[in-house]
């Protein structure tokens, strides 16, 4: 797998990024880019999901070496927890040191807005696959890197952008949390609800790699509100964040190499 990349490009960077629903558009900043569909590369699986391409994306960002994932594996597709953090190991083997790790989520809050973008500064493991006691929230090194969520506002605020920090909590999906859950998980410290992004941030930690976790808030989940939620508005509203999300991501890459 690692040879296979190798053998396609020259670029080698040290800096990735995992592109969550309906963010890859974020590629089309990129330059000289290279994309690979996950199905050409030897042993690596496909993404199913609506929204998300399967494709790696290979080249630069104001003459940065980058790579991105457009696509990425979810425990509800089936697959297990090696193959789900499979990108994150390549990204890994391929030098990536720094790796910023993005998702469409709900809100749990009244007052953290869908459109917004929200910096993840801690995680809460809702799944009860590992244990089934009451989940614990993990914050700081080595999931969530302090200087890199330092940077990520500071990022925000040279761009005019408002963002807020908080804590995402993984579901297993596939369908939407009810509004129990919904209230569990709140009751526990969530601001955002969300069925990817832990696995690979535990995973990229166990690595030692520095990792900036960043979400989209595409609805408020089931209950928040009283609205009954889709994919497609998930896809819908990652789309109108674009700009938002494109132009913070750009700032923190940039960031990352002073
Ligand atoms: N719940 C779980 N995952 C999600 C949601 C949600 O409300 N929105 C986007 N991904």
Same mark, same amino acid.
């Given at each position: 797998m690692k040879q296979f990349i190798i053998d396609r490009t020259d670029i080698r960077a040290s800096i990735a990024v995992v592109l969550g629903s309906g963010m890859g558009g974020f590629c089309d900043q990129m330059d000289n880019v290279m994309l690979i569909p996950y199905k050409e590369i030897?042993? &690596?699986?496909?993404? %199913?999901?609506? +929204?998300?391409?399967?494709?790696l /994306?290979?080249?630069?960002? #104001?003459?940065?070496?980058?790579?991105? /994932?457009?696509?990425?594996? #979810? &425990? !509800?597709?089936? !697959?297990?927890? $090696?193959?789900?953090t499979l990108p994150v190991k390549l990204f890994h083997s391929l030098g990536i040191k720094s790796l910023i790790i993005t998702n469409a989520a709900g809100s749990l809050k009244p007052d953290l807005r869908p459109g917004s973008l929200m910096i993840i500064d801690s995680h809460i493991d809702c799944t009860?696959?590992?244990s089934v006691t009451e989940p614990e929230e993990y914050s700081g090194t080595p999931f969530?890197?302090?200087? !890199?969520?330092?940077?990520?506002?500071?990022?925000?605020? $040279?761009?005019d952008l408002s963002i807020t920090k908080g804590t995402y909590c993984w579901t297993l999906g596939p369908s939407y949390e009810t509004p129990a859950e919904v209230s569990y998980i709140r009751s526990? =410290? =969530?601001?955002?609800? +969300?069925?990817?992004?832990?696995?690979?941030? $535990?995973? /990229?930690?166990?690595? =030692?790699?520095?990792?900036?976790?960043?979400?989209?808030?595409?609805? &408020?989940? /089931? +209950?928040?509100? =009283?609205?009954p939620?889709? #994919?497609d508005d998930v896809i819908k509203v990652s789309a109108q964040v674009e700009?938002?999300? %494109?132009n913070l991501l750009t700032e923190i890459i940039k960031g990352m190499v002073l």
């Open positions: 030897p042993d &690596y699986p496909e993404s %199913t999901v609506r +929204g998300h391409a399967g494709e /994306a290979i080249g630069s960002l #104001h003459n940065i070496p980058l790579l991105a /994932a457009k696509g990425r594996f #979810h &425990y !509800y597709e089936g !697959y297990d927890i $090696q193959t789900i009860f696959r590992a969530h890197d302090p200087v !890199y969520i330092k940077l990520a506002v500071k990022s925000a605020d $040279q761009i526990l =410290g =969530g601001d955002a609800v +969300g069925m990817s992004t832990v696995p690979e941030i $535990q995973a /990229a930690a166990e690595l =030692g790699m520095k990792v900036l976790g960043i979400s989209t808030i595409t609805n &408020y989940a /089931a +209950g928040i509100i =009283g609205e939620l889709s #994919h700009d938002d999300f %494109t």
